[in-house]
């Protein structure tokens, strides 16, 4: 979350290189940062992924405009989880209710079309959005922030 975030960060700075991002260790606490795209202002808000801090979630989910949930496309393991939890926070945090959302499968360098596809339909996804993100494909940020920033693709 915190390479997409420092991504985006640079993205929305006229930064669409595919410039190397230092890696980011992961996050332990809510971070915020306003950027302006495209003449949006987005405000971020990057909420840790540890079960421990999971319950605070819902906080600034009334001025959210979206939700950018993120999937690791190459965990098998993880991936049915990951989605039951997406399903346990919308249930929880009532306030995402109404709120677009776009689910990222990321480390999705290698992943094909026919590939995400089968993704999107083993965890039903059919409600969501849904993108590939391999953080070092410039054309992939542009969706995501494009997303956020509530322009059609």
Known sequence: KSA???RMRRFAKGDDGDNAIPLCPPSSRP??????????????????GGIEKRHRWGVGAEMANALVY???????MRLELARHELSVLLDEHKEFLGKRIL???T????????????LEERLDTSSW??????????????????FCAG???
Do not use: Q
């Open 151 to 153: 322009f059609k693709a």
């Open 31 to 48: 971070s915020h940062c306003e950027v302006v795209y495209r003449t949006r202002k987005l405000s971020l808000l990057e909420m840790p």
């Open 107 to 118: 480390k999705a360098e290698a992943l094909t079309e026919p590939e995400m596809k089968k």
């Open 4 to 6: 997409l975030w420092e």
């Open 129 to 146: 959005r849904t993108l590939p993100l391999a953080l070092g494909n410039s054309s992939h940020v542009k969706a995501v922030m494009d």
């Open 70 to 76: 993120m999937i690791d496309s190459t965990d098998e």
């Open 103 to 105: 689910i990222l499968f």
